[in-house]
């Protein structure tokens, strides 16, 4: 059984329609990668997954039981590091355990762990402010993880870093997603990321946002699973491969964006 499905899911604000005809069936475990043009409802898309808003017709299921509301099964990562400021790493890591009723001892050690899994031992006792961007970043997705979820959902979590702290983060996602086994619903702007993360991107079009099309990205065995030595990095981004399906997914998308801002002139000459 998947994971979660979408079935004749529509989204509408008003007369707008952001999203019409959504059927996606995500597996368990899987990592997909949602790209489309600005404006095709990848975050309208994302907050009915995680249950903050309710579509307007249709329905999603999560292990075969409509989505209702926000759960605890369920972490969302946004683009901005929504921190407690006046708490520490550690504080905002054991915030995420405090709704799930962890007795307090506990809570420290778990949030202890994920922080060490996404590389901030040390840093416990900081503040928001005396980190990085990457650093409260990982904080975030150390405080989705910590209450393990069985989905993460992540809304352009890396956008606001810079490339090399994107890129670390990238493979630390990979290395977490690999070893946890979570299911993940990723969207970006970057063809690059999508290729780079994904084992399925979906590529939407614009108004009314569908999905048009899911690409399968396979590199073969990377290193995480198991004992597999293939290539990551610098090595796999520059291979004929990943220049193959960033071609694919870029033709996918510019059609799009190309036919979203012929659309917008239409109506502006109107
Ligand atoms: N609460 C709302 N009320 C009215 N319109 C909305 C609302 N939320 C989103 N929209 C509209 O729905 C469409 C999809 O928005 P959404 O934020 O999901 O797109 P997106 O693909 O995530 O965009 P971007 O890539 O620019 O972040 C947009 O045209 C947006 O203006």
Request: proline fraction near 5%.
């Amino acid at each position: 059984m998947a994971k979660i499905v979408f079935e004749g899911v529509r989204k509408t604000f008003g007369d707008f329609t952001a999203l019409d005809g959504i059927d996606l069936e995500i597996g368990s475990g899987e990592f997909l990668v949602v790209v489309g043009p600005s404006g095709c409802g990848k975050s309208t898309l994302l907050d009915l997954l995680g249950g903050l808003s309710t579509p307007t017709a249709g329905r999603i299921l999560l292990d075969g039981k409509p989505v209702t509301g926000p759960g605890l099964d369920r972490g969302i990562v946004f683009q901005q590091y929504a921190l407690l400021p006046w708490r520490t790493a550690l504080g905002n890591v054991e915030f995420g355990l405090e709704a799930t009723g962890v007795p307090r001892r506990e809570r420290k050690a778990r949030a202890r762990e994920f922080l060490d899994l996404v590389g901030l031992s040390g840093f416990e006792d900081r503040h928001p402010h005396q980190l990085s961007g990457g650093m409260r970043q990982r904080v975030a997705i150390a405080r989705s993880l910590a209450y393990d979820p069985d989905v993460l959902l992540m809304d352009e979590p890396f956008a606001a870093l810079d490339a090399q702290t994107r890129e670390s983060l990238q493979d630390e996602l990979r290395r977490i997603w690999q070893r946890t086994g979570k299911t993940v619903v990723f969207i970006t702007h970057g063809i690059e990321e999508a290729v780079y993360l994904g084992q399925k991107v979906a590529v939407m079009t614009s108004r009314p946002g569908r999905i048009k099309e899911i690409v399968p990205v396979a590199f073969g065995e990377r290193p995480g699973t198991g004992t597999a030595t293939g290539p990551q990095g610098e090595e796999l981004r520059s291979s004929p491969e990943f220049a193959r399906y960033r071609h694919d997914i870029w033709t996918l998308l510019h059609d799009e964006v190309a036919r979203a801002q012929q659309l917008e002139k239409e109506e502006a000459s109107v």
